[in-house]
T-cell receptor
Framework: QQQVKQSPQSLIVQKGGISIINCAYENTAFDYFPWYQQFPGKGPALLIAIRPDVSEKKEGRFTISFNKSAKQFSLHIMDSQPGDSATYFCAASMTWGKLQFGAGTQVVVTP | EAQVTQNPRYLITVTGKKLTVTCSQNMNHEYMSWYRQDPGLGLRQIYYSMNVEVTDKGDVPEGYKVSRKEKRNFPLILESPSPNQTSLYFC???????????FGQGTRLTVV
């Protein structure tokens, strides 16, 4: 069973809108929560990551919100652009553990 | 340029014919892993390696083998491929399990 549950499976947002993707996990030993972005025909690439000692991390238009007590974290894409159209994966891992991925969210930003 | 290189990019093979997908990284990373990507299932780890001669099973290891004889190389071996192994495969490397993973371009495998 997947240790990281991701939703929604897909979303369509207008240019300039906000995209929100949510993830939930069960294993409290996870200490690293990255988000990966994947364009068609390419391998995933790290977008932004957070560790559980902070509740929010922002890099440009991308923000991770982390709720340790609820065991949930989310990715917010502000001012979404057509170039943000991609598949986004959340993940979680421990220091020497396996990187567990969510099922992915396909984001389409319409002009 | 820091990169993970997989070969081949595309492969069509027949059931039962042994094949190897190569993976090489030039970042001196200790941690390497293989994933398969299937629609609706995300990326699932097949095997991972924490260092030379140290490998362990991921979530879906059945039907696959790996070896780590050198730090930079981590080949994926399918001894007797079956159609349910048709998938998109990615190799990745990182310093540790909880640091940035760098992915290869992927290998699209079709087993008929």
């Amino acid at each position: 069973q997947q240790q990281v549950k991701q939703s929604p499976q897909s979303l369509i947002v207008q240019k300039g809108g906000i995209s929100i993707i949510n993830c939930a996990y069960e294993n409290t030993a996870f200490d690293y929560f990255p988000w990966y972005q994947q364009f068609p025909g390419k391998g995933p690439a790290l977008l932004i990551a957070i560790r559980p000692d902070v509740s929010e991390k922002k890099e440009g238009r991308f923000t991770i919100s982390f709720n340790k007590s609820a065991k949930q974290f989310s990715l917010h894409i502000m001012d979404s652009q057509p170039g943000d159209s991609a598949t986004y994966f959340c993940a979680a891992s421990m220091t020497w553990g396996k990187l567990q991925f969510g099922a992915g969210t396909q984001v389409v930003v319409t002009p | 340029e820091a990169q993970v290189t997989q070969n081949p990019r595309y492969l069509i093979t027949v059931t039962g014919k042994k094949l190897t997908v190569t993976c090489s990284q030039n970042m001196n990373h200790e941690y390497m892993s293989w994933y398969r990507q299937d629609p609706g299932l995300g990326l699932r780890q097949i095997y991972y390696s924490m260092n030379v001669e140290v490998t362990d099973k991921g979530d879906v290891p059945e039907g696959y083998k790996v070896s780590r004889k050198e730090k930079r190389n981590f080949p994926l071996i399918l001894e007797s491929p079956s159609p349910n192994q048709t998938s998109l495969y990615f190799c990745a490397s990182s310093v540790r399990g909880n640091t940035e993973a760098f992915f290869g371009q992927g290998t699209r495998l079709t087993v008929v």
